[in-house]
């Protein structure tokens, strides 16, 4: 019996749910796993469950590209990935272990190796989408040099489904690294963040960098020659890779924290020095998972003095967990959901109140 059994092309019965929605006027609410339900405001409406269109379309080691329904599970994507020797380097969080590859680029979050090989969003080449006009369309392309146009599948990414239904997306992947292997190396945050700032001007071969506590976690991918005299540079001792695992699907202790979790994205070496809370570094210093009490002005506050902006992870705390937008940006946010969602019926108000 295949393991791929469940496979299922529903992109018709898909459209005409959205069809039906249209007619009656009746927001959907898009849902996968739910691994990321958390995230953004809640939204009241019928459920378009998206599992049942799952599938591998299409997998091409040689041409670097793979493409699949938005259904599928992640965990699949990537095992398929691995036995191709490949990976999606972004390094996206299953969190529950139920993630889809519609949920993975509607939320568009990125994991550890980010600052070093991009985002979601980069290695998205193409994608088909249930649009509020009733349209089954495709965008991009399976082919990295298709950059004409309007790029609508890059748009799609991290807009938490407020646009249009994915039913189907194309990825860039890359060969999984040579040599790989995670060093610990014992010291306290103000030493670790200018360490950061140093290793950024070196070539060493890093891609993952963070700090929890008084230790640091480095993660070093490449050649092995490469690898190698790096390891040899910085010292420290050589500990399980399993660590990465647990950070970008917030499995460590340091998230088991009851108080609410907020994400500050900061300048390069602008990490604040003070942090009402307890910090975990992540991103090489450009990232702060903060458990933290503090309201919600302070902390932004706190983030655009950094160069950065913050949201909320924990649902409740604040009605508007994502970053609030300047007015010019909330008008582009505005005029391109009256282009492609017309009725509203995608996900109403999950990104932002009135959205």
Known sequence: MSEHTHDADQGEALLAQVQAALLANSPLRITGGNSKAFYGREVIGTPLDIR????????????????????????????????????LPCEAPDFTGNATVGGMVAAGLSGPRRPWVGSVRDFVLGCRIITGHGKHLRFGGEVIKNVAGYDVSRLMTGTLGCLGLITEVSFKVLPKPRASLTLRLEMDRPRALRKFAEWGQQSLPISGACQDGGTTLLRLEGGESSVKAARELLGGEEVSPAFWDALRNHQLDFFKDPRPLWRLAVGNNRTPAELPGDALIDWGGAQVWLKSTADAAQLRALATQAGGHADCYTPGVTDGPLPPLPDALMRYHRQLKAQLDPQCIFNPGRMYAGL
Request: no cysteine.
């Open 52 to 87: 049942a269109h799952r599938g591998i379309v299409s997998y091409d080691p040689a041409e670097l590209v793979i493409t699949a329904r938005a259904g599928t599970p992640l965990a699949e994507l990537n095992a398929a990935l691995d036995a191709g020797g490949q990976m």
